[in-house]
C-alpha cells in the first residue's frame, strides 16, 4: 500500500508539486500519467525519500520509506534506468544488490531470466547496455528483493513495442498475485492498457484520479453531425462545452441523451453519437494537461 497525503514540494517560487494525494492498493497497477514537467518524477522522489517535501506525507506499507529497515525487500524502486555503475557487468550490480539486501544470490540468475537478459548480456557492461536493456537491468534489480510493492518512473522509455508488451504481462502478472505497483508515464495508451486506476497530473496538481473503468465511462460522448459548425452553434446554445477530435467529432462532457437533444431541437443530422470510450479520456488526459509541456519548455 502506497499512501501519499497532500504532498507539495516547491523549488523557489514554482510549486513542481501541489497538495497531491492518492493511494495504490495492493493488487492494483495505478497509472501516474502526466506530460513533461508534470510532476511525476519529483512525486516518486518524495515517496522514496529521495527529496524532502515541503510539507504533505508519504508512507508505503503506513512507513515512511526512509524508515523501512531493507526497503529493497519491501518495495522495487526503479527510477532512472542509467543510475547504475556504467562499469559493472548487469550480474556484478545485480550480485552486489543482492549482498547489500541479504538476498541468496542464486536469484540473481533468476532475476536476468525473469526480465530477459541472456547471459552474454549479464557478462557485458552496463555502458555498453541500449536502453531498453538498462530498462531491464533496472527492473531487475528492483524485483530482486521480491518486494510486495513496485515503484517504477517511465520504465517503457527505450523499450520496443515487444518489450512494453512483455513488461505488461509482468506487471500485470506481480499485481494479480497482490502486488501493489505504481507506474508513470507520459502516454495514455501505455498505461491505459495495463491500470487499473489512474492519477492524472499536469502542472503539479491531480486533475483527475479514479478507477480506469469509471474514468472512461465518464468521459464523455462522441458526436459528429453532417454540419460541424451547426452542431458547434447547437451546444454552446445547450450550455455544453466540446472538445474536437482528430477526425472531425466533437468529444462533449455529457451523455449521449443531453447532446442528442441539443442536436436534435436545433434538427441536426447526426452520422455518430458513441460513449466516447478511451478517446474520451485521451481528449480528457489532452484537455486536462493542455498547456503544461508548453510552459514547462518556455520555462
Ligand atoms: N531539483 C530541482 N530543482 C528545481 N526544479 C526542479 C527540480 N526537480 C524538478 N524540478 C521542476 O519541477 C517540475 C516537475 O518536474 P518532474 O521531473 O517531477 O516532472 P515529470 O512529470 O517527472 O516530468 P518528466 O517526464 O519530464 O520527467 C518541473 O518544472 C521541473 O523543472
Redesign the pocket.
Known amino acids: 500500500m502506497i499512501t501519499v497525503e497532500n504532498l507539495s514540494?516547491r523549488?523557489?517560487p514554482?510549486p513542481?508539486?501541489d497538495d497531491v494525494s492518492f493511494t495504490c492498493t495492493p493488487g492494483t497497477v495505478t497509472g501516474f500519467l502526466?506530460?513533461?514537467?508534470?510532476?511525476?518524477?519529483?512525486?516518486?522522489?518524495m515517496i522514496c525519500g529521495l527529496?524532502p517535501p515541503t510539507s504533505g506525507s508519504a508512507t508505503v506499507d503506513g512507513v515512511p520509506y526512509r524508515r523501512l529497515g531493507n526497503p529493497g525487500r519491501r518495495v522495487g524502486v526503479l527510477l532512472d534506468a542509467s543510475a547504475q555503475h556504467a562499469g559493472r557487468t548487469g550480474r556484478e550490480v545485480l550480485t552486489l544488490a543482492a549482498l547489500t539486501m541479504g538476498v541468496d544470490t542464486r536469484r540473481v540468475d533468476e532475476s536476468l531470466e525473469r526480465v530477459g537478459l541472456n547471459r552474454a548480456a549479464a557478462k557485458r557492461r552496463v555502458k555498453a547496455y541500449s536502453l531498453g536493456m538498462r530498462q531491464r537491468l533496472g527492473l531487475a534489480y528492483a524485483l530482486l528483493g521480491d518486494p510486495g510493492i513496485l515503484i517504477l518512473?517511465?520504465p517503457a522509455n527505450g523499450l520496443d513495442p515487444e518489450g512494453i508488451f512483455w513488461m505488461r504481462g509482468l506487471l500485470r502478472d506481480f499485481a494479480d498475485r497482490g502486488g501493489t505497483v505504481l507506474l508513470?508515464s507520459?502516454l495514455l495508451r501505455e498505461v491505459e492498457a495495463v491500470a487499473d486506476r489512474l492519477v492524472v497530473?499536469g502542472g503539479?496538481r491531480v486533475v483527475a484520479q479514479g478507477d480506469k473503468a469509471e474514468l472512461l465511462a465518464s468521459s464523455g460522448t462522441v458526436v459528429r453531425a453532417l454540419d460541424a459548425g451547426a452542431l458547434g452553434v447547437a451546444l454552446r446554445r445547450a450550455g455544453l462545452s466540446g472538445a474536437a477530435t482528430t477526425d472531425g467529432g466533437v468529444v462533449v462532457q455529457a451523455d449521449a441523451e443531453t447532446v442528442g437533444r441539443a442536436a436534435a431541437d436545433a434538427g441536426l443530422v447526426l452520422l455518430e453519437l458513441r460513449p466516447a470510450g478511451s478517446s474520451g479520456l485521451e481528449n480528457l488526459f489532452l484537455t486536462l494537461t493542455a498547456g503544461e509541456s508548453a510552459k514547462?519548455a518556455a520555462?
Do not use: L
Open positions: 514540494k523549488y523557489g514554482h513542481a508539486v502526466g506530460p513533461n514537467g508534470a510532476g511525476k518524477s519529483t512525486t516518486m522522489r527529496t518512473d517511465e508513470s507520459h497530473i503539479g514547462e520555462r
